[in-house]
């Protein structure tokens, strides 16, 4: 019951940030890896971000789409694992396009 009830807190605190219904937060948003260093967030938990990453950081939605787009990864081989975005390479993308790189 604990972990169901942090859970269900986490979707709200996401929801309200975001400005989106609770039923909109991915999965990943809410829970974490055993060792809570995971670097890949879903691409649905990726574009959640977008319109609040362009805000605060003064890129346009587009330039944080791409950005989001550049850090994607598809599954392994083609079919083993899930897509996947990689945190560390978004942010780096982000700066670089605030840089105008």
Same mark, same amino acid.
């Given at each position: 019951? =604990?972990?169901l009830d942090?859970? $269900?807190?986490r %979707?709200?605190?996401?929801?309200?940030r975001?400005?989106?219904?609770?039923?909109?937060?991915?999965? =990943?948003?809410?829970t974490a $890896?055993?060792?809570g260093?995971?670097?890949?967030?879903s691409?649905?938990? @990726?574009?959640?971000?977008? &319109?609040r990453? @362009?805000?605060?950081? *003064?890129? $346009?939605e @587009?330039?944080?789409?791409?950005a989001? &787009?550049?850090?994607t990864? *598809? %599954?392994?081989l083609?079919?083993?694992g899930?897509?996947h975005?990689?945190v560390t390479?978004l942010?780096? &993308?982000v700066?670089? @396009? %605030?840089q *105008?790189?």
């Amino acid at each position: 019951q =604990d972990l169901l009830d942090a859970v $269900s807190r986490r %979707r709200a605190q996401i929801a309200q940030r975001e400005g989106v219904p609770p039923e909109a937060v991915p999965t =990943d948003a809410v829970t974490a $890896s055993a060792s809570g260093l995971d670097p890949d967030i879903s691409p649905e938990y @990726a574009a959640l971000q977008v &319109a609040r990453v @362009a805000r605060v950081t *003064g890129l $346009s939605e @587009a330039a944080v789409r791409q950005a989001v &787009a550049t850090a994607t990864g *598809g %599954r392994i081989l083609g079919f083993l694992g899930e897509a996947h975005v990689d945190v560390t390479e978004l942010n780096l &993308a982000v700066l670089d @396009a %605030r840089q *105008g790189r």
